[in-house]
């Protein structure tokens, strides 16, 4: 890649950037989410409701995983971006390097944490005793090849921050479409179980990786890894805990929500309640899932032209992507509310007697999802332009300030359907504090704006 991928990002139609970088990384997005989706449609089918429940415990700790793994990743991007809008590509190299360390660290904790104390921490995010088999089995092997999807996560955010938002996608797709013809394979071929899908997607993994290392050490990138920059700098890794501490704040708050919802399912309901959340909280991530690809893809244009100064651009790619955001969020309620029995039956089988409870479950949950898109965007927004203290706050307010209360609170009036109406409750709530936040940045940069266009007229 030459300078003038990354100098397009401050001089280019920020539409046309926006398009660029977020299109495919919202397509990324979408097929990463595949993994989830391929594994619990090949198993609620071939295996059944109480194995799609066993995977859907695995869920909880997965998130708080890659909670840590996006405080790397992010905040080593964020701070690359920044460093290329300033011009400073050897401080962007050593950030990269770091990242590497970083990951490669990570993973030798967490498979030793891990599988040495395996069904006491699916025990603890709601496994139960019929289950926790089929869970174990699962997840070990997730475990085992963690390495493969930290090393495809990680490299790709870089990738996107120096201005490939293809190739990232590219990385994705790879994986995805791996994925799914093996997890057919294993599953509907060889009947390997929940052990198949688990194989599956590690197996993607690996091919994702080798495809991402693949063009790093191709040439053709911006910035290079280098051995003696792949170690910790304690000054540069303070900033990428900073810059990077909102994505780790919003997944642990995601994955907090996500034990706290199955955890109040497994004691207003059954194994048949963690099912139903396997397909709910699998459909609704997927839905969502466009719109933090949208709030990813913009953070590079927003953190270039934050560097450079150039308020005007951030404004406007600001704006832009909060009314993409929501249009998105609309299509997806759209989609969930008319066809929820259809959905339903991709995952379970239309003689599944989960039918008519999923199809009311999930109603509920995606009822108020067109308000989610700006809370997000914001929240992406304020991490990119080095201000993590607001973008932790706006994450918050849906996933702790509102969601989690509720889902304590709710079930114990109106059962599992308390649980599922926390939901909108949270997105709804979560709108209104979030907006707030929006119109005083957004009278923010027009001061600014105004103090540039001032500067450049006297010296004109």
Not at 261 to 274: C, D, I, M, P, T
Not at 291 to 319: C, D, E, H, T
Not at 409 to 417: A, E, H, K
Request: charged share 15%; net charge positive; hydrophobic share 55%.
């Amino acid at each position: 890649m030459d300078a003038a991928h990354v100098e397009a990002l401050g001089t280019e139609r920020i539409s046309k950037l926006i398009v660029r970088y977020s299109m495919p990384t919202m397509l990324s997005t979408v097929v990463n989410a595949s993994y989830n989706v391929a594994d619990r449609i090949f198993v609620g089918r071939t295996c059944g409701e109480d194995a799609l429940a066993a995977i859907t415990v695995c869920f909880s700790p997965t998130l708080f995983l890659l909670a840590v793994a996006m405080t790397i990743g992010h905040g080593s991007a964020t701070m690359i971006s920044i460093c290329l809008g300033a011009g400073r590509r050897e401080a962007a190299e050593k950030f990269l390097g770091q990242a590497v360390f970083l990951f490669g660290v990570f993973y030798a904790v967490v498979a030793a944490v891990a599988l040495s104390l395996m069904p006491q921490i699916l025990t603890f995010f709601g496994a139960t005793p019929k289950i926790l088999p089929d869970a174990c089995a699962y997840y070990s092997i997730i475990i085992g090849g963690l390495i493969f999807d930290k090393i495809s996560f990680g490299v790709n955010n870089l990738v996107r921050a120096e201005g490939r938002p293809v190739v990232a996608m590219a990385t994705i797709l790879i994986g995805g479409a791996t994925n799914v013809f093996l997890d057919w394979l294993f599953l509907v071929k060889w009947n390997w179980g929940v052990r198949g899908a688990a194989i599956a997607t590690v197996i993607a993994q690996a091919c994702a990786s080798a495809w991402v290392i693949g063009y790093y050490f191709s040439g053709r990138n911006f910035l290079k890894i280098r051995l003696r920059n792949v170690r910790a700098f304690p000054r540069l890794l303070r900033q990428m805990a900073s810059a990077g501490s909102p994505s780790f704040i919003i997944q642990a708050f995601a994955a907090l929500s996500v034990s706290v919802f199955v955890v109040q399912a497994r004691s207003y309901g059954s194994e048949s309640a963690l099912a139903v959340i396997g397909v709910c909280t699998t459909v609704t991530t997927f839905l969502f899932l466009p719109i933090v690809g949208l709030s990813m893809g913009v953070q590079p244009i927003v953190g270039y032209n934050w560097g450079a100064k150039n308020f005007k651009r951030v404004r406007r790619a600001f704006s832009r992507a909060l009314w993409a955001a929501t249009a998105v969020c609309a299509a997806g309620f759209a989609l969930a509310e008319l066809f929820p029995g259809a959905i339903f039956e991709l995952f379970l089988g239309s003689d599944s007697p989960l039918l008519s409870t999923g199809e009311g479950a999930l109603r509920l949950m995606v009822a108020g999802m067109a308000f989610i898109g700006a809370n997000i965007v914001a929240s992406g927004y304020f991490q990119a332009t080095k201000r993590p203290a607001v973008s932790i706050f706006v994450t918050t307010l849906r996933q702790i300030i509102f969601l989690v209360p509720a889902m304590l609170l709710l079930p114990r009036i109106l059962g599992l359907d308390g649980l599922w109406a926390s939901f909108p409750i949270g997105d709804i709530s979560a709108f209104f504090a979030t907006l707030f936040f929006i119109v005083r940045e957004m009278r923010s940069l027009r001061r600014k704006v105004g103090e540039e266009e001032a500067a450049r007229a006297r010296f004109a």
